[in-house]
C-alpha cells in the first residue's frame, strides 16, 4: 500500500510550526526578563503581538494535527481491509471494521457512534485532496474540512468534485468568490457550501424535500443538572414559523414586571403550547405558518414554469412548491426586487408594495393541486442564466 505524500507534508509542516513557536517562547522569555527595557521596543506591545502569533500558529498546527489523525484513522481501516483475507464473509468483514471502529474509539477515548462518524468524515476529508491539503497546510480547520464532509454526502462522486473545485480551486470555470474557505467562519462557510450544493445537486430539490419530510422526527435527550433537550426536525418553513412566532410571543411579553429573558421565554412559551389544553394537529394536516417570513422567489419558479429552489431569510434553500405555499397560502404582499441575471445579486427594491390578488392566489393553488405540466422550458442559451426575482414579505 503507498502512504501518501500528503503524510510527509503534514510531519513538515507540524515540525515548522513547532519551531516557531519555540521562537517566539524564546523571544517572549527574553521581553519578561527585563533585558530588553531601554532598547527602543515597546515591551508590552511586542508581548501582546506574541500572543496573537502564537494563537494563529497553534490554530494552524491544530488543523495539521487533526489532518494526521483524520490520515491516521483512514489509512487504518485500508490497512485492516488488506489483511482481511481476500475469501472473508461479509460477516468477518463487517466484524473486522466494527473491531477497527472500536480500537480507535479506545485511542481517542470516544462513544462507538462518534468514533464511526469520524471515520467516516475522516475518510471522505482524505478522499477529497483539495480539501485535505488545506487542512494539512493548516488552512483551513477541522470544523471547515467536516463541513465539506458532510454536505457532500450524497452525492456522486462527480458532485462532490465539482463541489469541491467551486470552493477549492481557482482555475474551475466559475470559482467561488471572496474569501478563502478557511478565512469565513464555519456557520458562513456552511451556508454557503449548502446553497451551491442545493443548486448543483443531481436530483432535485423537491424530491430530496419529500424525503426529509418522512423523516421529521422528535429527539429526546437527557442532560445534566436536571435537564434535557427536545428537538424537532421539521420541513424548513414550519420551523422557522415556530421561532419566529416564540420569539414574537416572547417579545410581547417582555416589560417591566417580566424577569425572564427572551432566551428563557422561549421554551417556556414552547412547553406552555405543547402541554395546554390544545389540541395537537393531524399528521400531515399542519397549518400553513403565519409567522414574518421573507422569502427570495425567482419569478418562473413562483408561475410554476420551473423548480429553481427559492431562499427563505434564515434558513436557506427551499422547494418552490414550499415558497408558492407560503406565497398562495398566507402572504399578502410581497416586495420587488430587481437582481442582477449575472450573478443574482440585488440592484434595485421596488418602493410600492404589491398585492397578491385572490385570483393570483387560487391560480398558484390550483396549479400545485392540478401538478399542470409545464408551460415553458428555457432553451439551452437561457438555462444557466438566473431569472428575476421577487421578495416575499409575510404580513400578520
Known amino acids: 500500500m503507498e502512504i501518501s505524500s500528503?503524510?510527509?507534508?503534514?510531519?513538515?509542516g507540524i515540525h515548522g510550526f513547532a519551531a516557531a513557536l519555540d521562537a517566539l517562547e524564546r523571544e517572549d522569555a527574553f521581553l519578561a526578563s527585563g533585558l530588553a527595557v531601554g532598547s527602543g521596543v515597546d515591551v508590552l506591545q511586542r508581548r501582546y503581538e506574541i500572543r496573537l502569533e502564537r494563537l494563529d500558529l497553534r490554530s494552524r498546527l491544530t488543523a495539521q494535527l487533526a489532518a494526521g489523525q483524520a490520515q491516521d484513522a483512514s489509512e487504518a481501516v485500508a490497512f485492516q481491509q488488506a489483511m482481511t483475507p481476500p475469501d472473508a464473509s461479509l460477516q468477518d468483514r463487517t466484524y473486522a471494521e466494527m473491531s477497527t471502529v472500536e480500537e480507535i474509539a479506545g485511542v481517542l477515548t470516544l462513544s462507538s457512534a462518534a468514533a464511526g462518524a469520524f471515520l467516516e468524515q475522516s475518510r471522505k476529508v482524505c478522499s477529497l485532496p483539495?480539501?485535505?491539503?488545506?487542512?494539512?497546510v493548516g488552512a483551513m480547520s477541522w470544523q471547515h474540512a467536516r463541513i465539506v464532509a458532510d454536505e457532500t454526502e450524497g452525492l456522486d462522486p462527480a458532485g462532490a468534485a465539482g463541489l469541491v473545485a467551486h470552493f477549492f480551486d481557482p482555475d474551475a470555470p466559475h470559482p467561488a468568490r471572496g474569501a478563502a474557505p478557511g478565512e469565513l467562519v464555519p456557520s458562513r462557510f456552511r451556508a454557503k457550501v449548502r446553497a451551491w450544493r442545493e443548486r448543483h445537486h443531481p436530483e432535485s430539490i423537491e424530491k430530496r424535500h419529500t424525503k426529509g419530510c418522512a423523516d421529521r422526527r422528535m429527539e429526546y435527550t437527557p442532560d445534566r443538572d436536571g435537564m434535557a433537550w427536545i428537538s424537532l426536525h421539521l420541513p424548513g418553513d414550519t420551523a422557522c414559523a415556530i421561532w419566529n412566532r416564540t420569539t414574537a410571543i416572547a417579545r410581547g411579553l417582555q416589560g417591566?414586571?417580566?424577569?425572564?429573558?427572551?432566551?428563557?421565554?422561549?421554551?417556556?412559551?414552547?412547553?406552555?403550547q405543547l402541554l395546554g389544553s390544545g389540541t395537537a394537529g393531524e399528521p400531515g394536516n399542519v397549518p400553513t405558518p403565519r409567522a414574518d417570513v421573507l422569502v427570495m422567489v425567482p419569478v418562473f419558479s413562483l408561475l410554476g414554469l420551473t423548480d429553481e429552489p427559492a431562499m427563505l431569510d434564515g434558513f436557506g434553500p427551499i422547494p418552490a412548491s414550499m415558497a408558492r405555499k407560503l406565497v398562495a397560502d398566507g402572504a399578502n404582499s410581497f416586495y420587488r426586487v430587481?437582481?442582477?441575471?449575472?450573478?443574482?445579486?440585488?440592484?434595485?427594491?421596488?418602493?410600492k408594495n404589491y398585492r397578491l390578488t385572490e385570483s393570483i392566489k387560487r391560480w398558484i393553488r390550483m396549479r400545485r393541486q392540478m401538478h399542470l405540466p409545464r408551460l415553458h422550458q428555457p432553451h439551452s442559451g437561457q438555462r444557466n442564466r438566473p431569472p428575476p426575482s421577487l421578495a416575499t414579505r409575510r404580513q400578520y
Open 6 to 12: 500528503s503524510a510527509s507534508a503534514v510531519g513538515q
Open 130 to 136: 483539495p480539501v485535505f491539503q488545506a487542512l494539512a
Open 256 to 272: 417591566p414586571h417580566e424577569p425572564r429573558t427572551i432566551t428563557q421565554l422561549r421554551p417556556d412559551i414552547a412547553a406552555a
Open 338 to 351: 430587481l437582481v442582477d441575471p449575472r450573478d443574482g445579486a440585488p440592484l434595485e427594491i421596488g418602493r
